[in-house]
């Protein structure tokens, strides 16, 4: 079974510039999560998708941070425009049912905004 | 808000010696406790997980983790390391039964363990 996985695994844009980042989630996980890492701090959470519908946006640091999950399948996370503190380590992961099981991690995007 | 507290941010070891790395989270109610471990150029893929019954919970690779409720922590536990154990270790929480699944994590911990 294919795991978690992200693309492009690395990413490096000026400031002011659009980054599309994308999860294909494990086939048949109906949830759907982003998190990201800043260099040197933890693993925060972005949002929460439940097949296509946005459940948990709490995460989400502005306006400039847009997701989507078309047809509940894979998802989309775009930056626009690209500031220099959103750099970091983009991580999507997702679970069968309840999350209160495993979340499946992928390798994760390292995005760098020069 | 929850938060999660790992007081150790590097840890080097030999080998064949015991581990114990330390997790406090701060919230009043029930929670999921987990540890994940990330391989050097791999997936941060799960350790161990407690959500109710036996304190001391038993993972992957030899390791265990224990749930002390009064001192809010999960600190987790391997009785002999091994140079493949170098790794980051993140402890996470999340609260049951409230429809919001997030994971709350700590900072990490990046173990080395000299061979």
């Known amino acids: 079974e294919a795991g978690v996985t992200q693309f492009p695994s690395h990413s490096v844009i000026e400031k002011g510039q659009t980054v599309t980042l994308r999860c294909d989630p494990i086939?048949?996980?109906?949830?759907l999560y982003w998190y990201r890492r800043v260099m040197g701090k933890e693993i925060k959470f972005l949002l929460h998708f439940v097949k296509e519908s946005k459940q948990d946006e709490s995460g989400m640091p502005n306006n400039r941070f847009l997701a989507e999950r078309t047809g509940g399948t894979y998802s989309t996370l775009k930056v626009q425009p690209a500031e220099l503190e959103d750099s970091g380590v983009y991580f999507c992961?997702?679970?069968?049912?309840?999350?209160?099981?495993?979340?499946?991690f992928g390798p994760g995007t390292r995005l760098t905004v020069l | 808000a929850q938060s999660v507290s790992q007081h150790n941010h590097h840890v080097i070891l030999s080998e064949a010696a015991s581990l114990e790395l330390g997790c406090n989270y701060s919230y009043g109610g029930t929670v999921n406790l987990f540890w994940y471990v990330q391989y050097p150029g791999q997936h941060l893929q799960l350790l161990l997980k407690?959500?109710?019954?036996?304190?001391l919970v038993k993972g992957i690779k030899g390791f265990e983790a224990e749930f002390i409720k009064s001192k809010f922590s999960f600190n987790l536990r391997k009785p002999s390391v091994q140079w493949s154990d170098t790794a980051e270790y993140f402890c996470a929480v999340n609260i049951p039964n409230t429809g919001f699944q997030k994971l709350v994590f700590g900072t990490g911990t990046r173990l080395l363990v000299s061979p």
């Open positions: 992961a997702s679970s069968q049912d309840r999350g209160y099981n495993e979340q499946f």
């Open positions: 086939s048949g996980h109906d949830n």
């Open positions: 407690y959500f109710s019954g036996d304190p």
